[in-house]
């Protein structure tokens, strides 16, 4: 019996082409990847389905939502036994570690892209479909969570980043590196992450605001925020934790108004501690309510407030959530 695999396009330059007198890349009236005859193992199945065509920077959590949806809808009433998504590459990330925190199937979901344009010499798109479907049919995918699949590899929703603005070996995950490989006969996994996330996530309402920490920074900016009744802040700050002692009256005020802050490194590596007792060091702002993350980056942290937002605003709670 074939496995079924469905292939769901959203857009970017995976899906691109390049015009050849002005050089610019954008979407055609045609996706070129529905015309890629895909070469995988006969016991597979694969049908495909267009959700959007959109350069990733037009996505919001809005389509993520919508993704997420269809994703657990078609594993359910139409048996689909694991899913590949063709993304831009720009918010890629954040679009896998949204559907690692609200998609409730266990069947293996892979997310690709490409940093070359259909029609560019040395395209990577069709080879990075190719080696996702692969995945997404592996046994050895299941109860992984969402997987990122480029050049060869296979990364965690969670510990994925674009690290590169135009190299093929853009994404990467700084901390642990890549948990699999594909190969011409098919994906090996050497790891597998030790803990899961999930909600269940039927609206994206909040509007929360991420922010990068730097020499200098005062409160001017927080302030503003406050007067913008956001509903959440994630500060990407210094080193293990900490900011500009000019910047704390900001970040007082936020908690004053009941607003979560909850707090990231701008470094890639490591993370956040509430270790330095001085004023502006992470132990001060722990003692004001802030919410240190486990090593998330800041857009992944943005995303995981807003879903955990609509559960709960009680700081304790979601200092707990931001542990796991």
Not at 22 to 41: K, M, Q, Y
Not at 54 to 60: D, G, Q
Not at 63 to 71: G, Q
């Amino acid at each position: 019996m074939k496995k079924k695999i469905m292939i769901i396009h959203t857009g970017g330059t995976i899906s691109m082409s390049e015009d050849e007198q002005t050089g610019a890349v954008s979407p055609g009236e045609r996706n070129p990847l529905t015309t890629i005859p895909l070469v995988v193992d006969s016991h597979v199945e694969i049908e495909s389905y267009e959700l959007f065509n959109l350069p990733s920077p037009h996505i919001t959590t809005k389509h993520m939502l919508e993704l997420s949806m269809f994703i657990d809808h078609h594993a359910v009433e139409n048996a689909v036994e694991g899913f590949v998504i063709t993304h831009g590459t720009d918010t890629l990330e954040e679009t896998a570690f949204f559907l690692d925190l609200s998609v409730q199937t266990r069947v293996p979901i892979v997310l690709t892209g490409a940093m070359r344009s259909s029609n560019e010499i040395g395209s990577d798109g069709p080879y990075n479909l190719l080696a996702s479907v692969k995945v997404a049919a592996s046994e050895e995918a299941r109860n992984k969570g969402v997987l990122v699949v480029l050049n060869d590899e296979v990364h965690t929703a969670k510990n994925v980043t674009k690290t590169h603005t135009s190299n093929i070996a853009t994404f990467q995950s700084p901390q642990y590196g890549p948990i699999g490989i594909v190969t011409k006969r098919g994906a090996f996994f050497h790891h597998s992450p030790v803990a899961e996330d999930k909600y269940h996530v039927r609206a994206v309402t909040k509007n929360v605001m991420l922010l990068k920490a730097y020499a200098g920074m005062d409160s001017s900016i927080f302030h503003s925020l406050k007067d913008m009744k956001i509903d959440g802040v994630v500060l990407e700050a210094l080193g293990q934790g900490n900011i500009p002692p000019t910047a704390v009256a900001g970040i007082k005020a936020l908690r004053d108004a009941d607003i979560p802050v909850v707090m990231v490194s701008r470094c890639f590596n490591g993370i956040v501690q509430d270790i330095y007792g001085y004023d502006g060091g992470g132990r001060k702002l722990k003692e004001l309510g802030v919410i240190f993350s486990n090593g998330l980056n800041g857009q992944k942290a943005r995303i995981k407030l807003m879903v955990a937002l609509e559960s709960t605003k009680d700081t304790s709670e979601l200092q707990l959530l931001f542990l796991k």
